[in-house]
Structures are given as C-alpha cells and as structure tokens.
C-alpha cells in the first residue's frame, strides 16, 4: 500500500468512526424528539414532588399526572408520612390508576442525634414507633421501601460497641416490616460535603450490617451522589455489594443536580443497571440545575439522554 493509500485509509476510518460517535451520542434534543409521547424509560426513574411544578402547578396530583405523561413510571416522596391521612389514601389510588410505583419516603432520621447507635430503652422506643408508623404509611400507598438515615455517631463509645447497637435496633425494626414486605433501605450519606458526624458513610459499611442483620427487610440503599464523594468505584461497589442493594438513587457531583450536569458517567451507570437486569427503582434525588420551566424540561432531556 502506498503513503498516499495508507493515507486515504487511515482519513477513511476516521470519518467513519466519527459518524459511529455521532451515533451514539445523539443529541438529547433529537433523542427527546424520537420519544413517544409517554414513552416509559429503560428503568423506573422517580421523581419527587416540586420537580416539575412550574410545567405542573401546584396540585400534587396534577404534577403526578405530569410524571406519567412524560413517560416516569416511579415516585419518591420523602414527606410522605406528614401528610395529611386523606392526600396518603388518595395517592396510593391514583399510583395504582396510573400504573406508578412508590418508591422511597423517609421512615426514621435522626440530624444531629445518636439514635441507632445507641442502645437506650428511650431511643429504641422511638425508632421502632418511627417504623410502626412507617409500615402503615407504607400499606396505604402499596409502598414496598422506606429510607432509615441510622443518625450521628456517639464521640464517647468504641465503634464496635456502636454497630453491635446499629445491627440490634435493626434486627428489631425488621420484625415490625418483615411481615408487612416493606424493606428499609439504609442510605450511606457523605460527610465531606453534607453531613458530616453521620454513623453511616460507605456501601461497605452498610454490607457488613445487612448482612449481619439478615434480614430481607433490612438492604441499601446506595446513592450514588454521596458515595462518588466518600468512595467513588461506584461500579465495581455496585457489583460488590449487589446481593444486599435494594434501591438505587442519583444526583451528580458536584452541585446534586440532574445527570449530565458533573463528573458522573450515568449513561454506563445505568446500561450496567439494565444488563445486570436491575428492576427496582431511581431515585432521582437531585434538585434542578435550572429553575423554572426551562430547568424541568432539561431534567427530562437529561434522563432521555442518559437512558439509551
């Protein structure tokens, strides 16, 4: 083969590999485009109430129509169980109308308290009342997770000393949710940025407690926002720790806002969801990194993107 041939070769792989790059990286507003109208994504995305308010209004069960409309077919609402008797009952009709998961409300947090560490009557008390109420929000909504935050570490007492309280309270929690379905889902949150003083920071750390705990009541919940900051290797984590996750939730880094917006690769990220045949929900647990209508339409051409 000649320079000239050799040449010509090397030009013609080239522009054909910059086509096949074309391809694959289409822009989200052609992808947008192709979607059907209420087309369902590739995996169950929950969004939370205020995401799309300003497209939506105010009425939570417009915003809830919305959701579907747009093709998200899962639900996250970390207030859930400060509302109203009537809203929970009304909206665990409406899910089943329109065919939407519950994903994740927030059963028990502890911000700036000891609380599963411990092991004082009082405290234990308190958290297994938490969980009570949790298993009967969770029953009128046809929920089958709840996040457990285990609270701040005590400064005063060896950390083993503490985790043997984590996994006690835990196994006690469990027997309130086993017979019921409902799994707590323990979220690692990072204190670099966050939360600092929390017991609970990393997916290894929370494997060596459901496993010790033992019960299909008691799994993960890895955010992947936090765990980029405290470990990243959020692939190999996943698979690692995979028998004891039990829901995923997302937000880039830096700013928690929508995928695309950092350093997260999430388009990998969730094709390995798919290929591991992951069927649970996302949560999408990120504010906008755009307000108004124009920050909810790029939320949805974020997910459209990232989804392929």
């Given at each position: ?169 835990l196994k006690r929690a469990a027997e309130i949710c086993e017979p019921v379905g ?26 060596q407690i459901c496993k010790a705990v033992g019960s299909p009541s008691c799994k ?7 765990q980029q900051i405290t470990e990243g290797n959020l692939i190999p984590n996943l ?70």
């Amino acid at each position: 083969m000649t320079g000239a041939d050799t040449n010509s070769a090397v030009h013609r792989r080239t522009f054909l590999g910059c086509l096949a790059a074309l391809a694959v990286a289409a822009p989200a507003t052609e992808l947008l485009a192709q979607r059907k109208p209420g087309g369902r994504f590739g995996l169950d995305y929950a969004p939370h109430f205020g995401m799309f308010q300003h497209s939506a209004g105010e009425d939570l069960f417009d915003q809830l129509q919305f959701m579907h409309d747009e093709g998200f077919r899962a639900l996250e609402d970390n207030n859930l169980p400060t509302r109203d008797l009537a809203v929970q009952e009304r909206l665990g009709r409406e899910l089943s109308r329109l065919g939407i998961r519950m994903g994740v409300f927030v059963a028990h947090t502890a911000w700036g308290e000891i609380s599963f560490a411990s092991d004082a009557p009082e405290v234990r008390n308190r958290i297994l009342g938490d969980i009570r109420t949790a298993v009967e929000v969770a029953q009128r909504v046809d929920a089958k997770w709840c996040t457990v935050v285990p609270g701040e570490y005590d400064r005063n007492l060896a950390w083993d000393y503490q985790t043997a309280n984590v996994v006690d309270n835990l196994k006690r929690a469990a027997e309130i949710c086993e017979p019921v379905g409902v799994t707590m889902v323990l979220e690692p949150l990072n204190q670099l940025t966050d939360h600092p003083g929390v017991f609970l920071t990393g997916v290894p750390q929370a494997y060596q407690i459901c496993k010790a705990v033992g019960s299909p009541s008691c799994k993960i919940l890895d955010d992947l926002y936090h765990q980029q900051i405290t470990e990243g290797n959020l692939i190999p984590n996943l698979d690692r720790a995979w028998g004891e996750i039990a829901y995923i939730q997302v937000g880039d880094n830096p700013g928690r806002n929508e995928p695309t917006t950092g350093e997260i690769h999430y388009r990998n990220i969730f094709r390995h969801l798919k290929r591991k045949g992951y069927q649970g929900v996302v949560g999408m647990e990120h504010g906008n990194s755009i307000e108004g209508r124009e920050g909810e339409r790029r939320v949805i051409r974020a997910y459209v993107e990232v989804d392929q």
